[in-house]
């Protein structure tokens, strides 16, 4: 076992090995099972998953984790992250778990847990599910009189289809909009479709025939072409790409050109800014957003705040500072009236209003602003941290040294994969491309 289990985004690795085995499953769900079992109610945990293979493992293990602790399981099978978030809520349960690995194909799998608020728990919360783990003497199994149940939610896609609609303008529709969908053969593969069809649009399904191994397999918002050759073909209006777990998106206009979540972030506020909805006129996005973003907001009276990279970091900025718009360039959209975690239906939803209400083509609403050029590339890593080597730190330096007043240069190491992205952003693309081309071939030199 590991001592470090979470990152940015709770649990994740290759299914059937360490972390993401069904016995480090089953230990998580005993380790969870204690920071439920506080107070004398019928505790309980909502489950939900995404459409991979391995979740036909993890799923057991924890819930028999949780019942051993005395915690009921109340299982909702393939749903979004944000429903499991939602109904984690709306039933009053002690925690939420979704099982996912969100973008990453059908090898991987991941744990993401919710508090009963329906945010994801704290590292404090996740160092002491970490500690259980690692000191197995501290786990608190119950009496036989007192194990858990396991219960299956029947209506939860139901439940969540409603409250999706729910966030669409009253007394509107999608009537004469037609949508491509692509749900990535993921977790929103039956709502998401549901939802624009019973909200009037002409849907378009692509990505909704999942078999446990095509999850954001040549689809989905990892793999626009499908939604953007479809769009095309079809003649939609508008399309709509979601990832495994359908906390994120990407959207791409009539004519199949891609709008990425910073452009999505600046429609939203733009909008929600004339109808005075958007609170205390500030947008919250990570460091990856493009610097023409900042400058759309400010011109329209807006302020952005930056944090670093992950939405849970977009959470806990909006929570302190009491803002109801931000997300990231991926396309993870925290629409905080509605939602706790990022919710691609929903942010779609917002957009699809948008462009219904304005009467304009998709391609006249959804690019408020011309982002800079910016290059973004991935190194994998083997072992080791290359950015401490004496060799990259010099590349980086002359690096910075080059786009000082030009542009500027972002490297971190993925929190959920094994990967370092180095990304340059600036006016002149030929000097971005040299500078990322040098940057990744000093770090592939070394790892």
Partial sequence: MQNKLFGTDGIRGTANVEPMTAATALKVGMAAGFLCTRGKHRHRVVIGKDTRLSGYMIEPALTSGLVSAGVDSILVGPMPTPAVAMLTRSLRADLGVMISASHNSYEDNGIKIFGPDGYKISDEMESIIEERINNEMSFDLVSPRDLGRALRLDDA??????????????????????????????????????????????VVPLGVTPDGININKGCGSTYTELMTDCIVASGADVGVALDGDADRLLIADENGELVDGDLIIGVIAASWKKENRLTGKTVVATVMSNSALEDYLRDEGLTLQRVQVGDRYVVQRMRSGNCNLGGEQSGHIVLSDYSTTGDGLMAALQVLHIIQASGKPASQVCRPFEPRPQLLENVKLNIGDPLKVDAVKQVIAESERRLLGKGRLLIRKSGTEPLVRIMAEGEDRTLIASVVNEIVSEIERVV
């Fill in 157 to 202: 896609q139901g439940r969540y289809i409603e409250f999706a609609k729910q966030t669409f303008p009253k007394g509107q529709t999608l009537e004469g909009l037609k949508v491509v969908i692509d749900c990535a053969n993921g977790a929103a593969y039956k709502v998401a479709p549901t939802v624009l069809q019973e909200l009037g649009a002409e």
